[in-house]
Each structure stands twice: as C-alpha cells, then as structure tokens.
C-alpha cells in the first residue's frame, strides 16, 4: 500500500493544485484591455451586452448585473420588502453570505435543517418554520442542484410569502428544462472567482417582476433614478433624482469583459466538469465515503462543487486531518460547509447551537469538497483520484 505525504511517503504531485482556480482565456484577456484601453472603465455598454446575454441564457424578463451575489442578496431582501421583525427562512448549508443578507435589512434569518440524501433545504422543516412574522423563503441551490422549486412554491404561494433563489452555485441548473432562479421572484447569481462563470467579483439578480427590477436597479445605484450611462450619453444631459438611499452596487464593464466570453463557453465548462464528476463517481465507489447522490434525469445539476462525505466510523483519521493529508499531497481542498447556525456570531445572537440542525451538522462534520474546475487536467484529475484513494485506503480502520 502507498504511503501518503502526511504519513512520511511521497506527494502526488509537486506542483500545488489550487482549490476553484478559475478557467480564463484569451478573448476575454483581450475584452478586459480592449476595456481598459477605452477609457469606459465603470457601468457602460458591455455591462448591457452581458445582461442581455445573461436573460437570453436563463429565459427571464430581467437580469441586473451588481458588483457581487452578496449585493444580489441584500437587493432582492430590500426589493421585497424585508425589514425589521419579518422573518426569512434559510438552510444552514449555505454561504453565511445568504442569511447576513437578511439581517442587513433588520429582518431576522431563520433556519430549516437539509435533506441528508439531496443536501438541499427540505420543504417539511420549512413548514414547521413558518410563523405569522415569515415574509420569504431563501433556497440555496447547493452545490448545484436543484431544490424541490414545485413544492416551495406551493408552500410560499399558498401563505403569501415571496421565494428568493440563491443560484451562486446553479447557472446551469435546470428544472423540467426551466433555469433555477424563474422559480421564485427573484434569483441570485455569483461571479465570485470559484464560480462556473467568473468575472473576478460580480453578481447578476433575475426576477420576472418589472416593479422588482426597477427597485433593485435604483437600490444598486444609491437610489438614482437615471444610471450614469443614460446621465452622460450624447442624448443630452440629464438630472439625475435620488429617490431612496441606495447603495453602491454596480457591476463594471471591466468585470463584464470577463462575462460576455465566459457566459457562451457556460456549455462546454460544464461538460468538462460532468466528465470530471463521471470519473470521482466510479473512482470512490469502493471507498470509505459517500459520493454526491444522483440527479433526477429530467433535472439538470450544474455540477459546482463535488463533495464527498467521509465515512469516519471507517476511518482512523478525522475529516480535518484528511483535508491535512490532501493538502501534503499538495491537493487544494475546501469545506461546504461548516453549518451557518454553528457560527459565533449566529450562536451568540440567535442562540443557536450544536443539536439544532442534525442533517446540517452531520454533513458540516464529514464532507470534503475536491477540485472540479474546468480547467483542470486530465492529469490533475488523475493526481485528486489518486490522492484520495491513497489516503483514504491508508488510514482505513
Ligand atoms: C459564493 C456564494 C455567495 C456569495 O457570492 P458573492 O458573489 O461572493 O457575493 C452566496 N451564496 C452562496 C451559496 C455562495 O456560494
């Protein structure tokens, strides 16, 4: 049996495997300098050019680009009328950027524990959520797969309550072939530099809704009824008004050079990362873990991230030493994720703690997430797989 690196042998590889690198080319090298060069630094055409691309890419009315899916968040919490003492109910197997976005507005978040089998939030527990102050549903698509859309919306539409997707993690995402974040009122996108699609820092909401939108593009611009583009366009010069204090939420057309070539390669990026999946799926069959459940067929699962669930009744190591022992192998690894709930911040001023979410906790206490970008090998594929399968044939019980 192979040594691991931790365990004194020799690492798979000698260069570092970066955990989310980003896959970048050439023509949107070129966009960002052709940008650059232009002097239209800030909010302009290609931001346009990107939205419209983006609508046409989901198939809804209205796609405003932001700065990132956080400002995407806190936008759609606002245009919805969120604020002091409503309640949002949210699943603790997120980003803590989806529940902050809640209490930024006052309102408070409230959790409703997974589904162990689909990691995603489960439509029973967030019935039992439900109070008289609950005024939206938060669900987070996880690691790209598709919440039960058909189920939330009924339970929303039949209290009145307004459903915000959170879609950093599912652009691709579809449902009987409609794209996660038409479902509800409004949708979420990331840019983020981990993202499927990438524009350093960046954000998209999506909402069917033009009061919606409108109130989210006056609330991404510090509440200025006219953006800069139309203010200093060659249609002559216009007043701008403020009408709400806004925020400061715009995405740049730099950040839109990176868009507008990624968004037409979205296909052929989650291919490669379907085929990558494909070979992590049979290589850890055999293994002291869980591999990702499998997808309804007529679902579309965009294949963000690809988390394993360690079987540490089986294993003579805990999680963290394994996320230690790929690292010696000079594999980047992350965690999706340590259980919102579990945070201090969210233990001291909601009082939560350990017990109050099992599934979330379980999941937050076993799982590992691999390397699953386009741009990776079919060498640096071989290098995780081989990683893994040392490791956790190493220290098995
Ligand atoms: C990345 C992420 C966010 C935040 O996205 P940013 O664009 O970095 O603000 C929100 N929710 C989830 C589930 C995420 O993974």
Not at 8 to 19: N, Q
Not at 112 to 136: G, L, Q, Y
Not at 253 to 271: C, K, M, N, T, W
Request: charged share 25%; proline share 5%.
């Amino acid at each position: 049996m192979e040594k691991p690196a931790g365990a004194g042998g020799k690492p798979v590889r000698t260069s570092y495997l970066v955990f989310g690198s980003p896959r970048i080319e050439e023509p949107e090298i070129q966009e960002v300098v052709d940008t650059i060069r232009s002097g239209w630094i800030g909010t302009g055409p290609k931001v346009k050019v990107f939205e419209k691309q983006f609508r046409d890419f989901i198939g809804c009315r209205h796609a405003c680009a932001v700065n990132s899916c956080t400002a995407a968040l806190h936008l759609s919490m606002l245009a919805s009328g969120v604020g002091v003492g409503d309640e949002v109910i949210t699943t603790p197997m997120t980003f803590p950027a989806t529940s902050n976005a809640v209490i930024h507005t006052g309102a408070t978040p409230v959790f409703a524990d997974v589904d162990p089998r689909t990691m995603n939030i489960d439509p029973d527990e967030i019935e039992k959520k439900i109070t008289s102050r609950t005024r939206a549903i938060i669900p987070v698509h996880f690691a790209g797969r598709p919440c039960e859309m058909e189920r939330i919306m009924q339970i929303a539409d039949s209290r009145d309550l307004l459903v915000i997707e959170d879609c950093a993690h599912s652009i691709e995402s579809r449902i009987d072939g409609q794209a996660t974040g038409t479902f509800g009122q409004l949708g979420c996108f990331s840019f983020y530099v981990t993202k499927n699609v990438i524009t350093g820092e960046g954000g998209m909401v999506t909402t069917g809704s033009d009061e919606l939108a409108e109130t989210v593009k006056v609330m991404a611009l510090h509440g200025m009824t006219k953006d800069a583009w139309h203010r200093f366009s060659d249609q002559g010069y216009k007043h701008y008004q403020v009408v709400e204090a806004g925020f400061k939420y715009n995405m740049t057309d730099i950040q839109a050079s990176f868009g507008i070539h990624q968004l037409p390669r979205v296909e052929q990026y989650h291919q490669r990362r379907s085929q990558i999946w494909r070979r992590y799926d049979n290589a850890f069959q055999n293994l002291a873990c869980r591999t990702p459940a499998p997808e309804r067929p007529e679902n579309v699962h965009a294949f963000h991230l690809y988390t394993l669930l360690l079987d540490l009744d089986r294993l003579t190591i805990g999680r963290d030493e394994f996320l230690d022992a790929l690292d010696r192998e000079h594999i980047g690894v992350g965690v999706h994720y340590l259980p919102v709930h579990l945070h201090p911040y969210y233990r001291k001023r909601m009082g939560y703690g350990p017990g109050d979410f099992p599934h979330a906790e379980d999941i937050g206490k076993r799982t590992v997430s691999l390397p699953l970008s386009a741009k990776l090998s079919d060498q640096d594929v071989d290098d995780v797989i081989q990683a893994v399968s040392k490791i956790l044939s190493w220290y098995l019980r």
